[in-house]
């Protein structure tokens, strides 16, 4: 056998085994990742759904796909109490996906969690960020606060769409109680979640009408 063929034989050998090993990874993993998925969607549902009571309704046909699906929420009392479906639009480097709550009139935003984003790090990525008025004083010295006392973990960026009406959905760049203040630098990044919002709400509309 010429060394060429060998080498030829040799590289679709290793070929064949990578191929097969990647198929079998996807197998195996395939299932744990649909799970891990769903339990995200879940916890999102929650966030946006506040006051839900037991499964959210899927209120889309059989056989939608994961992400195209919109449900209702309903409290104790069996009432509705909003829907809510996930939206999704480009931002600067990357497809940001945002769960959106709406209200039962369709007229006002519940809340939002943006489920995933691969932004610019330190600009697009602050739309993730957790503010605190804590310093770093007060951390080394433990705060001074009992745990119930804790500050609450939320996205500051995310809380500024919580109870907006829909024609409220502007970015600014200065602070607005009446609208969305955009990221310093990241304005890009700030008008895709406002897009993947109102992508969500559409969606909504457009099932439930």
Sequence with gaps: MGKKLRYTVVLGIISMITAV????????????????????????????????EGQPQEVTPPGVAP??????GLDKDQKIIGYAALGQAQGYSSTIKTMVGLSPDMQKVLSIKILTQGETPGLGTRVMEIATTKTLWKLL????ASPAAAEPLTPWFQEQFKDKALNQLTVVR??????????????IST???VASVENGVKKIKATVK
């Excluded at 010295?141 to 001074?144: F, I, L, W």
């Design 21 to 52: 090993g990647v198929g079998v990874t996807y197998v195996t993993t395939k299932e744990k990742i649909r799970q891990k998925e769903e339990a995200r969607r879940m916890e999102a549902l929650l966030t946006v759904l506040p006051g839900l």
């Design 67 to 72: 992400e195209e699906k919109v449900y209702r």
């Design 141 to 144: 010295m433990g705060g001074g």
């Design 174 to 187: 200065e602070s607005d109680p009446a609208r969305i203040q955009a990221i310093t630098g990241a304005t």
């Design 191 to 193: 008008k895709a979640v």
